[in-house]
């Protein structure tokens, strides 16, 4: 059974910097994109980005700039870090797994794409001065 | 980037009543990766459907989903009492991801 705890600290200053980590419990680091949503108070939810085993990331574009995502394999771990705050984040922060599946056919290997099917718990990330 | 549009924005059923959620993506969704989650106040979305019609584990049957490349539906086909909440459409398939604006399903 896989779970997924997240922390971080939940009251910033406007221009500070949201540092988030989510640990993973359960199973193997392998092929999964572990993801970053967010979802702004009564608002829908945000695709900030993610990371696999290796380190290779994909953001969103609008957040690119101020976002950076790393990995700790020995710990199962994964973080989220944004820049340069505004009131703009404040949400609630959750982390998820992107399951994905390696099949080998003959010489080749694909990857077969699930959705997020892990969620932590949230975090709620409030941005004041 | 792929937008994905629900509709309607909120459907008013009693329970035991049928539920038909929409979604249209503004490009085709790569591989039919699009997946339904449900989401509650208050607590982390929960995969419903994923690859457009496969349920995920522990789904019960009365959830379904359909469709391919820009139209996708999910079909709740008798509304438990607990089914009543909002629903969000995502696709996978294309970076970067995104997610529908959400169809919220409440009790009329």
């Known amino acids: 059974q896989v779970r997924l705890q997240q922390w971080g600290a939940g009251l910033l200053k406007p221009s500070e910097t949201l540092s988030l980590t989510c640990a993973v419990y359960?199973?193997?680091?392998?092929?999964?994109?572990w993801t970053w949503i967010r979802q702004a108070p009564g608002k829908g939810l945000e695709w900030i980005g993610d990371i696999n085993h290796t380190g290779s990331t994909d953001y969103s574009p609008s957040l690119r700039s101020r976002v950076s995502m790393s990995v700790d394999t020995s710990k199962k771990q994964f973080s989220l870090r944004l820049r340069s705050v505004t009131a703009a984040d404040t949400a609630m922060y959750f982390c998820a797994r992107g399951l994905v599946v390696a099949r080998v056919v003959g010489h080749n290997r694909y990857y077969d794409f699930y959705g997020m099917d892990v969620w932590g718990q949230g975090t709620t990330v409030t941005v004041s001065s | 980037e792929i937008v994905l549009t629900q509709s309607p924005d909120t459907l008013s059923l009693s329970p035991g009543e049928r539920a038909t959620l929409s979604c249209r993506a503004s490009h085709s969704v790569s591989s039919n990766y699009l997946a339904w989650y449900q989401q509650k106040p208050g607590q982390a979305p929960r995969l419903l459907i994923q690859?457009?019609?496969t349920r995920a584990t522990g789904i019960p049957d009365r959830f379904s989903g359909s469709g391919s490349g820009t139209d996708f539906t999910l079909t709740i086909s008798s509304l438990a009492p607990e089914d009543f909440a909002v629903y969000y459409c995502?696709?996978?398939?294309?970076?970067?991801?995104?997610f529908g604006q959400g169809t919220k399903v409440e009790i009329k």
């Open positions: 690859g457009s019609s």
């Open positions: 995502h696709q996978y398939g294309t970076s970067p991801r995104t």
């Open positions: 359960g199973e193997f680091f392998s092929n999964n994109r």
